[in-house]
């Protein structure tokens, strides 16, 4: 990664979109024709173990386009408390404001592909007899409109890898036990029990916060921006290990998985935004839509931070929790002059990732890369993972010559 800041605070910071040096080597012309565009991906916010960063810095060279098993969205989704896949997913087109979202969906093999085909049929207008097309469908009645508008079903048996059973047989197994322990604390406490054998009074808490660091928080999604300056958002997701069945996470809540916005005048910037962590945290955030309206400050690092600290981190929606896990990828761009040529207009992309996790895995790439730049984002040393905050990024000029 070039010249990319980082900080776990809102002191003394340095915005890299700011300093020319950070600007990447992305200037891109007309080729073929065609203008080109510019992707951000994210694999999620969570913890990515340095064993495993080749495979996920894989799954973001691929820009997220097709499947992988290796994350935890579609195939390979953690499975719920009933060891069935229920996904979630949303996609939102800046430049219509159309929304499309399916939550808690099973027996389809990409989610969001029926959030775009529920986007594209709000776009045709009204249904018979004047009804509203849907943009947001939930379980049995999203996997039957998907069959319905030629999305082939697939048996959860496909969906499920080796890896995902074999984690959630294990979390099955550390859920079991810290409900035996709890259970012996309450006879304990209500004097049908004096002791608790060989279990260690603090069992239950350090099993339950291993099934929370095994429930991958690795959601996918993609920001993006088209020659025109179009932008758009995405998000997919297979929610939290051993989630409750129908349990619906922020990858299918408006304003909370995803947002795109196109300028709606010369002053303002065009934003997308793709989230990923703790579904329950970004749902009472509404965290997308909180740094999409960031965004529009004349510092983008600085307001991006500051929006994760005090619409997330410090929230009041969040005041009882004390580990407020979430990331966020981001962009915003406007037109500007290409400094060639006043005849030639440019977009200047400027692209930012932020977490209270662990770790975050990116990727990044114009039409004109032969590949994708990808990296691993990390808290400092003895930062708090849920407390502390990483944000990076960086700067693409996007030119296109004049017709």
Not at 314 to 323: N, Q
């Amino acid at each position: 990664m070039e010249n990319l800041e980082n900080s776990t605070d809102c002191k003394e910071t340095v915005s890299p979109l700011n300093n020319s040096g950070s600007v990447l080597n992305s200037t891109i012309s007309r080729r073929d024709g065609k203008a080109m565009g510019f992707v951000l991906v994210h694999a999620g916010a969570g913890y990515h173990s340095e064993s495993k960063a080749k495979e996920y810095k894989h799954v973001c060279k691929r820009a997220c386009q097709r499947d992988s098993p290796f994350t935890n969205a579609a195939t390979g989704s953690n499975l719920n408390l009933s060891g069935e896949i229920e996904c979630d997913a949303s996609i939102m087109d800046g430049k219509t404001l159309n929304y499309g979202a399916v939550g808690a969906l099973s027996g389809i093999k990409n989610p969001v592909l029926v959030a775009k085909r529920l986007l594209s049929e709000t776009q045709k207008g009204k249904l018979s007899a004047g009804r509203i097309p849907p943009c947001f469908l939930v379980g049995r009645g999203a996997e039957q409109w998907a069959i319905s508008h030629g999305i082939p079903a697939c048996p959860t048996e496909k969906m499920t890898t080796k890896f995902s059973l074999s984690a959630y047989k294990r979390n099955k197994r550390k859920m079991e036990l810290a409900e035996q322990v709890e259970t012996k604390r309450r006879r304990q406490s209500s004097g049908l029990e004096n002791d608790f054998g060989c279990l260690e009074p603090v069992g239950d808490i350090m099993v339950q916060g291993e099934v929370n660091n095994s429930a991958c928080l690795d959601t996918v999604g993609a920001v993006v921006v088209d020659q025109e300056g179009n932008v758009a958002a995405a998000v997919s997701s297979g929610g939290l290990a051993i989630k409750h069945p129908g349990r619906v996470g922020q990858a299918a809540h408006y304003g909370c998985g995803c947002w795109a916005e196109n300028a709606r005048d010369v002053s303002l910037y065009s934003t997308a935004v793709s989230t990923s962590g703790s579904g329950e945290h970004l749902i009472r955030t509404m965290l997308a839509k909180e740094c999409s309206t960031a965004m529009q400050a004349e510092n983008a690092h600085q307001a991006l931070l500051e929006a994760m600290q005090n619409k997330f981190i410090s929230s009041p929606f969040l005041a009882g929790e004390d580990c407020v896990l979430g990331g966020v990828i981001v962009l915003r761009c406007c037109t500007c002059e290409d400094q060639r040529s006043e005849d030639i207009q440019a977009l200047l992309v400027e692209f930012l990732w932020s977490h209270t996790t662990e770790s975050m895995c990116v990727g990044y790439m114009s039409a004109q890369d032969s590949k994708a730049r990808t990296h691993i984002s990390r808290l400092p040393p003895g930062a708090v993972a849920g407390q502390s905050l990483a944000i990076e990024g960086g700067v693409c000029r996007l030119g296109a010559s004049s017709d």
